[in-house]
T-cell receptor, first 113, second 114 residues
């Protein structure tokens, strides 16, 4: 069965620090990849997505992610975080042969001002 | 364009009762997916409806059911509630989640089972 693994459940950083959140998936076929973010008290919203093409994807608010097929990874990065990036981040993978998104358990990011 | 709406936003029920949650997708979206979100578990897929047909179902017991109406609005029902059903239930809509579509989420219904 497919699975998505987010290695860090909690991350605490200071403002201006660089961020990298890991996401690995187990599926050998063609996939679509997503990062969603849930700010405190708000809906889940899409940060960025990868369907095909350039494996380095840029999203909103300065976030980017790199799809490395050989490593089954889709890590999220931001060079300099802000206090407003405090949120929970979810990685999700969609097997293109079905309609189901498989989600990681999420990473809670806390940015210290 | 209005986003995905879910009603009610909060519910308190007791064990053994049943509950019905409602989701109105973004106008024009024909697909609705339901998820259960619990702390530390991420989102667990419940089921997905497209044009009033259930296309996919997650690994939840038969107590969890859903339906979709001709206007794409969807309901999910949980019968014989258990304490472990306490969770945030999220609805997401898309034009078609099949392969290239992004899902847009509602605010969720927080269910507490006592």
């Amino acid at each position: 069965a497919q699975s998505v693994s987010q290695h860090n459940h909690h991350v605490i950083l200071s403002e201006a620090a660089s961020l990298e959140l890991g996401c690995n998936y187990s599926y050998g076929g063609t996939v679509n990849l997503f990062w969603y973010v849930q700010y405190p008290g708000q809906h889940l919203q899409l940060l960025l997505k990868y369907f095909s093409g350039d494996p380095l994807v840029k999203g909103i608010k300065g976030f980017e992610a790199e799809f490395i097929k050989s490593k089954f990874s889709f890590n999220l990065r931001k060079p300099s975080v802000q206090w407003s990036d405090t949120a929970e981040y979810f990685c999700a993978v969609n097997d293109r042969s079905n309609y189901q998104l498989i989600w990681g358990a999420g990473t809670k990011l806390i940015i210290k001002p | 364009k209005a986003g995905v709406t879910q009603t009610p936003r909060y519910l308190i029920k007791t064990r053994g009762q049943q509950v019905t949650l409602s989701c109105s997708p973004i106008s024009g979206h024909r697909s609705v997916s339901w998820y259960q979100q619990t702390p530390g578990q991420g989102l667990q897929f419940l089921f997905e409806y497209f044009s009033e047909t259930q296309r996919n179902k997650g690994n939840f017991p038969g107590r969890f059911s859903g339906r979709q109406f001709s206007n794409s609005r969807s309901e999910m029902n949980v019968s014989t509630l258990e304490l472990g059903d306490s969770a945030l239930y999220l609805c997401a809509s898309s034009l078609d989640p099949g392969r290239q579509e992004t899902q847009y989420f509602g605010p969720g219904t927080r269910l507490l089972v006592l």
